[in-house]
């Protein structure tokens, strides 16, 4: 299963509609999760990184070995 970020809105039936298609899934069942903002605006990247975190979805990264360490790369801002 690949993920595809989109954005929309829930109308006031409770429906989902996105900003826009998605042509690379048409034809195909998908599976949606969605991320409700707690405040006016987008989700920070604080909020989005401990929403991936906790995500069932994402548990086979657990699996794969890890070939970094702590002295490869920059440390991630989480500020939003």
């Not at 970020?5 to 006031?12: L, S, Y």
């Not at 998908?30 to 989700?43: P, S």
């Not at 070995?65 to 790369?73: A, K, M, P, R, S």
């Amino acid at each position: 299963m690949r993920a595809i970020e989109a954005t929309g809105k829930v109308d006031d039936r409770g429906y989902l509609q996105l900003d826009r298609p998605l042509n690379n899934a048409v034809d195909q069942r998908v599976r949606v999760i969605v991320l409700l903002a707690e405040h006016d605006g987008d989700i920070n990247g604080r909020e989005w990184h401990e929403a991936a975190a906790k995500n069932p979805s994402f548990a086979f990264l657990q699996d794969e070995e890890d070939i970094y360490t702590l002295n490869d790369g920059r440390p991630v801002s989480h500020e939003g």
